[in-house]
């Protein structure tokens, strides 16, 4: 078997006996929070138990946080089982997606024997999608993936643009489901969001994780935020039955009260995001200026993941996302000091 994703600290402790400075996966870098991790160690103690199969606690503290029903929401174990069971639920003959973007969409339409469309975001158009790049592909089409942020590039697509995008979905009966799992780690976040738009698109679907936000990638804790109540009840029923943990339950609860935290990570990606933008530039890497807590540059040397590997660091190949080749990498934002290891050892191995 093959991880083909970022964040493979596993595969490298055990080749090397150590575990390494990961820039592949993009993780807060201020780590899980305290109120999440006492929380989440107070649920062991519930552990003998069965979770909450409907995440009724967790949905209702969702629900006052976004504005929307709590029967309008269905957590899942991360995005990526969301994804998967989206799939499952619509079963669409064919789907559109864009080109660089999120592999396990593909993945799970692929489960479903769906037929798949591709609209590449060109380099030379500095990798923008725009409603006219759609508009010649989504006839027919019943689902459409896409993130925003883009993962890998980083770009945010805006809100007026968006819009346009669903009106285009409504008018060829296309499921839109906009995925915002790192729309928290951009300026103006709140005004980028889709989420105001629900109420009056009831085939809209968004996900967001805690995954990223809050360092919670191994307690896995996802949920989709639906248009309609009949839409989430079929989400719901097409998972198991029991897709989250009392101990991730719990620390989603916890870390929604982590204001302070959030605040904190924000100031932290905005300060040191376009510095490392500035640093890969000066060393000769050409940068995507993402908006996210990651970057996308593309580099001469085609080995240079391996080369950092053997130095300590991981960085994310992005040579199987489709719509990239070799020579593409991205890279976490983090501390300012392992940046700065980063940056240092870029400079010795380039």
């Known amino acids: 078997m093959t991880e083909t994703h970022g964040g493979d600290w596993t595969g490298y402790e055990t080749e090397y006996g150590f575990l390494p400075l990961d820039f592949s996966a993009n993780v807060s870098p201020l780590g899980l929070p305290d109120g999440v991790r006492e929380a989440a160690r107070q649920a062991l103690q519930d552990a003998d138990r069965y979770p909450d199969s409907l995440c009724r606690t967790l949905r209702t503290r969702l629900a006052e946080r976004h504005g929307i029903p709590a029967a309008q929401i269905v957590c899942g174990n991360g995005a990526a089982d969301l994804i998967f069971r989206i799939c499952r639920v619509l079963r669409p003959k064919k789907a559109l997606l864009t080109a660089p973007d999120f592999g396990e969409y593909k993945q799970a339409l692929r489960e479903e024997n769906c037929e798949i469309r591709t609209v590449t975001r060109w380099e030379s158009e500095g990798f923008l999608l725009h409603r006219e790049d759609l508009a010649g592909s989504i006839h ?18 805006g809100r007026e643009e968006l819009r346009k995008i669903l009106k285009l979905c409504s008018n060829e009966h296309c499921v839109p489901v906009i995925d915002e799992c790192f729309l928290d780690f951009t300026e103006g976040s709140d005004a980028q969001s889709l989420i105001p738009d629900l109420g009056q698109n009831p085939n809209l679907v968004i996900l967001r994780a805690f995954t990223k936000t809050y360092a919670m990638a191994g307690l896995r804790l996802g949920y989709a935020l639906c248009g309609s109540k009949a839409f989430a009840e079929r989400l719901q029923s097409a998972g198991q039955p029991w897709p989250v943990s009392n101990v ?24 040191e995001r376009p510095r490392m933008i500035r640093a890969l530039t000066a060393i000769g890497l050409r940068v995507i200026p993402g908006k996210a807590n990651y970057l996308l540059f593309c580099c001469e040397d085609k080995e240079l993941g391996e080369k950092l590997r053997k130095r300590g660091i991981l960085i994310r190949d992005c040579r199987n996302y489709a719509g990239l080749t070799e020579g593409w990498y991205r890279i976490a934002i983090r501390s300012a000091a392992e940046n700065d290891r980063l940056i240092h050892t870029l400079g010795e191995v380039l």
């Not at 991730?248 to 300060?271: F, H, P």
């Open 140 to 157: 027919g089409a019943e689902l459409l993936f896409l993130s925003n942020p883009n993962n890998p590039t980083g770009l945010v697509t």
């Open 248 to 271: 991730a339950q719990a620390a989603g609860i916890a870390a929604l009260q982590e204001e302070d935290y959030v605040n904190r990570l924000r100031a932290q990606i905005s300060e």
